[in-house]
């Protein structure tokens, strides 16, 4: 994949170890490349270095406990969305929304980023994929895809994420449903008016009592740790490939905005439990056995929990259609596309009058026939 240099960031946070010039993350090629001399500056790579941290010792000792840092951070009054910005930037545009935003120097008690996955996707290939995701869109106005244009381009971001590891030891009290058939007899009137008796076959289920405890193993557990990007598209960007995280060195993060978590370790798990629930009921399912079963009640015990604070990718951009703003984003890993369009009601409501039309058509046709 082509490289693409990313903007600048503040002075001298990452020198060239050739020329002591300032130096941007190259994408494509893991290395901050230098604009003057061209040398291109190794990230040196961490052998075992995204590791996991305990989740209930940290709430224990306070998320400080994790590790704190100062950030120079924009929170935008439209959206609320709170992004980290370089050392030499005092406003900017909010990649959410793209309200004006202004940085304020503040600290916060942040659980640092353990991981990240780097960009993968050039700015221009993302431009490409959504364009080509815009022109798919058959319900969009033909004036938006002739326009096909980015208001104010794309914006590199690292979304903020908590991942979740932990062993589910699940009691459970339920019943198994065994079916059974049984001959019913019937009256009904058959086509010369009379009545006639009948017979069918019958479904029942006989119930069982049942209990037990099953175990189950949640292994990254993913979890979006703001609201600044409306979850369904969010999570239509996975799968991103997580067995590649590298260790969160902010060389790779030069050029980039960086959201700030707004969920919290706590509040993320609970959503996680959220996505436990379907494979946990299906496991006490599996070992209840029988046709069909009821699950009356059950009680989970989570234990060695742990997690992870990782940042992921996107290229972010609002587009304008008739006064209104819309937002999509790119995996900046696969080039996946997903975000909001406007919908072109005229075409909407031809394609409907069509349909109808069909369908008469259709219906005479047979009456003739």
């Known amino acids: 994949m082509a490289a693409e240099k990313s903007a600048e960031v503040g002075a001298h946070e ?3 170890v050739q020329c002591g010039a300032d130096v941007s993350y190259e994408i494509g090629l893991s290395a901050l490349q230098c604009p003057y001399c061209g040398t291109q500056n190794e990230i040196p790579v961490m052998a075992d270095a995204v590791g996991e941290q305990d989740f209930r010792a940290v709430l224990a000792a306070g998320e400080s406990a994790a590790g704190t840092y100062d950030v120079s951070t924009a929170k935008c009054v439209s959206c609320g969305a709170e992004s980290t910005l370089d050392p030499n930037i005092s406003h900017d545009s909010c990649a959410f929304c793209g309200v004006p935003v202004e940085a304020e120097a503040q600290s916060r008690r942040l659980i640092q980023p353990q991981a990240l996955l780097p960009f993968a996707v050039p700015r221009d290939d993302a431009r490409q994929s959504f364009k080509a995701w815009l022109a798919s869109r058959w319900f969009a106005p033909n004036t938006l895809k002739r326009m096909g244009q980015l208001d104010g381009g794309l914006q590199g971001v690292f979304l903020p994420h908590w991942t979740y590891d932990t062993d589910c030891s699940t009691s459970y009290v339920g019943q198994r449903g065994i079916y059974y058939w049984v001959t019913e007899h019937y009256t009904t009137t058959d086509a010369n008016g009379k009545s006639v008796r009948k017979s ?4 029942k289920t006989r119930w069982y009592p049942a209990s037990g405890r099953v175990l189950n193993r949640f292994d ?10 409306p979850t369904k598209y969010v999570e239509a960007l996975e799968p991103w490939g997580l067995p590649e995280l590298v260790a969160a060195d902010r060389a790779y993060m030069a050029g980039f905005k960086t959201e700030s978590y707004s969920v919290d370790l706590e509040s993320g798990f609970a959503a996680a439990e959220q ?9 006490i399912r599996a070992d209840i ?3 069909t079963q009821r699950i009356l009640d059950y009680r989970v015990t989570y234990r060695d929990i742990t997690f992870k604070h990782i940042l992921l990718p996107v290229w972010i951009s609002t587009y304008r259609f008739k006064e209104r703003v819309f937002r999509i984003m790119v995996n900046a890993r ?14 909407i409501t031809v394609t409907a009058l069509v349909g109808i039309a069909l369908v008469a058509v259709i219906a005479w046709a047979a009456n003739q026939s």
């Not at 996505?275 to 496991?283: A, F, K, L, S």
């Open 220 to 229: 990254d557990l993913l979890v979006a740790a703001s609201h600044s990007l």
């Open 334 to 347: 696969t080039g996946e596309v997903q975000g909001e369009r406007p919908w072109s009601w005229l075409k």
């Open 200 to 203: 069918r076959q019958v479904r």
């Open 14 to 16: 990452f020198a060239c």
């Open 289 to 291: 056995g029988g046709d």
């Open 275 to 283: 996505q436990m629930t379907g494979p946990i009921q299906q496991t």
